[in-house]
C-alpha cells in the first residue's frame, strides 16, 4: 500500500474505533450527540468534502463526491447521524478497495513491462566500466552487458557468447543463444556471459523506448464502450441530482395541495438514499480498469495492443487475412530437398553445389551453403564465373561444376528432368554430366498450422492468404496449412483491392484482421479494421504500422489475442449488465421507500467493490495460454 492508501486505511480505523463508543455511551442531548459524531464523519470524510467544495468551485459539482456529501450532510441533517458516518465510511472503503485494486493491476503490468534500462556501461580509458545514461550513449558505440543486466540499446554484437531472457518482450521462457554479429535489441536480460555491443540507434529509437511509449499511450486510444460510459456519467450524474431534488420536493407540495400531511422528512430521506444509490463509480471505474486489465494480460503475452480500442475490434474479427512470406513462413530460404542422380551422393551433390556457389551472396546460394554446414575451402575452387539469370560455373577440386536452372543445363547441352514440386531447384552438372538437383523453398513456420486450427476454434469464420509468389507455391501452402482461400502473384496494390473485396463481403459488425510482417504491408495493415504486424523482435516499421504487434513473430498468438480480447469484453458487458440492473433497482424501491440508507451503501459500494474483482480478472491469462497451446 502507497502511504496515501495508509492514511486512509488508519482514518477508516479511527472512525469505526469513535462510532462503536459512540454506540456504546448512554444517549446525549441532541446537540451533544451531533457534534460527538461530527468527529467520526470528518475523520473519514474531510477529503470526500474537499473534493465536493473544489467542484463547486470549480463549476462542475456533478461527481459521487459531490453526491455522497450532499447524502451525508442531509442524513445528519435529519438527525440520522449512524447512517450518514455509515455512507461516508464504507464509500471510503470502497474507495481504498478499488485504490489498491487498480494499483496492484498497474503494478503487475509495469513488472510486466520493466525493461526500461537504468544506465548503460562504457570502458573508459583505462579499461573500466563506467554507468552512463543511456540517452548520451551516441550511435556506433561499444557498450558491455554483464550477466544480469539488460541490453539498454539496441544493437550488434561484437565480442562474446551468451543467452538472453526476451521473455518481457516475447513472454517466451525459453532463452536465445547469440554470438559475435548477432542483433540484439534493449530490454533482453543477458544471463550468462559478458557482451560487448555496437549500438546502432539512439536509445529513444530503440525497442525498448517504443514499446514503452506504446504501453504508455495506450489508454489514448478508448474503446467505444468506454467512450460510452464517461459519456453517460456525464449526463447520468446531473440526471440524479435533479431526480433527487424533484423527489424531495414535489411530493410533499403535491400532498399538501392535496391536504394530506406532506412528510418533508421522509421524501428528503428517500431523495437521499437515490443520491447514495445513483453514485456512478462501479462503471467509472470498472470499464476503464477491465480494458486495461487486458492490455496488461496480453502484453504479458508478448503481444502489444497499441488501446482498447483496438481490442475491442480483434474481439469482433471473422475474417483474418494474411502475408505468406516472413508471416506464415519463415521468410529465408532453405533447401528442403537432395534429389541426387544415380552414382552420386546426396553429400556429394551439396558439397559439389556449395563450393561453386562460394562466391556468391545470392539468398539461394546462402541457403545451399548453410546445408552444407561446414567451412567452405577457398582453395579447393578456382574459375569462378556467375550468369545472370542462369547461375554460376567454377572449377571445384579441378572438375567443372555448374551450378543453376534448367537455362543453364540447356545451355551446356544437359536435359533437366520436369520437377513439379513448389520451390526453387538448382541443377548440378559435373565434368559435363547431369548429377541432380537441390529443392529450395520458403520454410512454413513450425506454429502456423496450429496458428490456422486455433482460430478456428476461437471462432473465426474464414482466412485467407495473400502473396505475391507464384500459384503453385501458394497453393502448396495454403493446402499444408488448411486455409480457406488464397490469392497469389499479387503486387501490394493488388494486395489492397483484394483486402477491399473481402471488406464488401463481410458480415454486419464483423470485423477483418490483416496479418503482415511490417512496412511492406503498411498499406493492407492501415485499410484493415485491424492491423496485426509480427515484431521481428522489435522492428520499427511493425511497431508503428499496426494496431497489434506479436513481438516473437508467432502466429499461434493471434487466437491467443482475440480470446484475451473477447473475454475483457466479456467482462465489461458484466459489469455494466449488473451495475446498472442493481442501480435501477435500488434507485426504485428507493423512490418508493423500500430502500434504506444501508440498502443504498450497498448498491454505491457493494456493487463498486464486486465490479472491481470481475475487472481484475482481465489482467490474468493462464487458462487462455493453456488453451491456445497445442
Known amino acids: 500500500m502507497t502511504k496515501k492508501q495508509k492514511k486512509v486505511l488508519y482514518q477508516i480505523i479511527a472512525a469505526v474505533i469513535l462510532i462503536v463508543i459512540l454506540k456504546l455511551l448512554p444517549a446525549f442531548p441532541t446537540p451533544v450527540e451531533l457534534v460527538l459524531y461530527l468527529i467520526p464523519y ?30 451525508t450532510v442531509g442524513a445528519f441533517a435529519l438527525g440520522d447521524y449512524v447512517e450518514g458516518c455509515a455512507v461516508i465510511l464504507f464509500y471510503q472503503i470502497g474507495e481504498l478497495f478499488q485504490s489498491v485494486a487498480v494499483g496492484k493491476s498497474r503494478q503487475s503490468i509495469s513488472s510486466l513491462m520493466d525493461i526500461r534500462p537504468d544506465y548503460a556501461n562504457i570502458e573508459d580509458a583505462d579499461g573500466k566500466l563506467e554507468q552512463v545514461d543511456p540517452d548520451d550513449v551516441e550511435v556506433g558505440t561499444v557498450i558491455a552487458v554483464q550477466p544480469g543486466e539488460r541490453v539498454p540499446i539496441d544493437g550488434v554484437i561484437v565480442e562474446g557468447i551468451s543467452a538472453l531472457n526476451t521473455a518481457a518482450l516475447t513472454g517466451e521462457s525459453l532463452p536465445r543463444d547469440v554470438q559475435t554479429g548477432d542483433e540484439v535489441i534493449s ?138 512470406t516472413g508471416t506464415l513462413t519463415q521468410g529465408t530460404f532453405k533447401v ?107 520454410v512454413v513456420k513450425p506454429h502456423s498450422a496450429q496458428a490456422i486450427r486455433s482460430l478456428k476454434s476461437a471462432g473465426v469464420r474464414k482466412t485467407v492468404m495473400l502473396t505475391g509468389d507464384a500459384e503453385p507455391v501458394a497453393r502448396a501452402v495454403a493446402n499444408q496449412l488448411g486455409l480457406d482461400e488464397y490469392h497469389a502473384g499479387l503486387l501490394p496494390g493488388d494486395k489492397v483491392d483484394q483486402i477491399e473485396t473481402l471488406i464488401a463481403a463481410k458480415k454486419s459488425k464483423e470485423n477483418l484482421a490483416f496479418v503482415g510482417d511490417g512496412i511492406n504491408d503498411a498499406p493492407v495493415l492501415s485499410r484493415a479494421d485491424v492491423g496485426i ?98
Not at 45 to 63: E, H, S, T, Y
Not at 216 to 245: D, G, H, W
Request: proline letters at 3%; hydrophobic letters at 50%; aromatic letters at 6%.
Open 187 to 324: 530490454g533482453c536480460v543477458n544471463m550468462t556471459g559478458l557482451l560487448k555491443v555496437r549500438t546502432t540507434k539512439e536509445f529513444g529509437e530503440s525497442t525498448v523506448s517504443k514499446i514503452l511509449d506504446l504501453v504508455e499511450n495506450s489508454s489514448m486510444k478508448k474503446a467505444r464502450t468506454e467512450n460510452f460510459i464517461t459519456r453517460f456519467a456525464r449526463v447520468y450524474t446531473p440526471a440524479v441530482c435533479y431526480s433527487a431534488l424533484a423527489l424531495a420536493f414535489i411530493p410533499p407540495v403535491v400532498l399538501l395541495l392535496m391536504g394530506q400531511p406532506a412528510r418533508f422528512g421522509d421524501w428528503v430521506y428517500r431523495a437521499l438514499t437515490f443520491l447514495v444509490i445513483s453514485c456512478p463509480c462501479a462503471l467509472v471505474i470498472s470499464i476503464p480498469l477491465s480494458f486495461f486489465g487486458g492490455i496488461g494480460g496480453a502484453s504479458a503475452c508478448g503481444i502489444l495492443v497499441k488501446g482498447s480500442t483496438y481490442l475491442e475490434e480483434l474481439a469482433r474479427t471473422g475474417i483474418v487475412v494474411f502475408d505468406k
Open 336 to 442: 528442403v530437398g537432395v534429389h541426387p542422380e544415380h552414382g552420386v551422393t546426396e553429400d556429394a551433390l551439396v558439397e559439389a553445389a556449395a563450393l561453386a556457389e562460394s562466391w556468391s551472396k545470392h539468398p539461394i546460394s546462402l541457403s545451399i551453403k548453410a546445408a552444407y554446414g561446414r567451412d567452405i575451402d577457398a582453395s579447393r575452387v578456382t574459375d569462378v564465373q556467375e550468369l545472370g539469370g542462369h547461375g554460376v560455373t567454377a572449377k571445384v577440386d579441378g572438375k567443372t561444376v555448374a551450378a543453376g536452372n534448367s537455362r543453364l543445363m540447356a545451355k551446356l547441352g544437359l536435359t533437366a528432368p520436369e520437377v513439379t514440386e513448389p520451390g526453387t531447384l538448382v541443377h548440378v552438372a559435373i565434368e559435363g554430366q547431369y548429377a541432380g538437383y537441390l529443392l529450395i523453398a520458403d
Open 533 to 630: 504486424a509480427m515484431g521481428a523482435l522489435g522492428s520499427d516499421a511493425a511497431i508503428e504500422a499496426a494496431d497489434v504487434v506479436l513481438m516473437d513473430d508467432d502466429p499461434a498468438k493471434i487466437a491467443l489475442a482475440m480470446r484475451i480480447a473477447r473475454r475483457t469484453l466479456r467482462i465489461v458487458d458484466e459489469n455494466i449488465v449488473f451495475a446498472l440492473a442493481v442501480k435501477f433497482a435500488c434507485l426504485l424501491l428507493g423512490a418508493i421507500g423500500m430502500a434504506s440508507m444501508w440498502t443504498a451503501i450497498f448498491a454505491d459500494v457493494g456493487v463498486m467493490v464486486i465490479a472491481v474483482l470481475n475487472a481484475t480478472r482481465a489482467l490474468y491469462t493462464k487458462d487462455l495460454v493453456r488453451k491456445s497451446q497445442p
Open 42 to 71: 470528518l475523520v473519514v470524510g474531510w477529503d470526500v468534502l474537499r473534493k465536493a467544495l473544489k467542484g463547486i468551485k470549480n463549476r462542475q459539482p456533478f461527481d459521487e463526491c459531490f453526491l455522497m456529501a450532499v447524502a
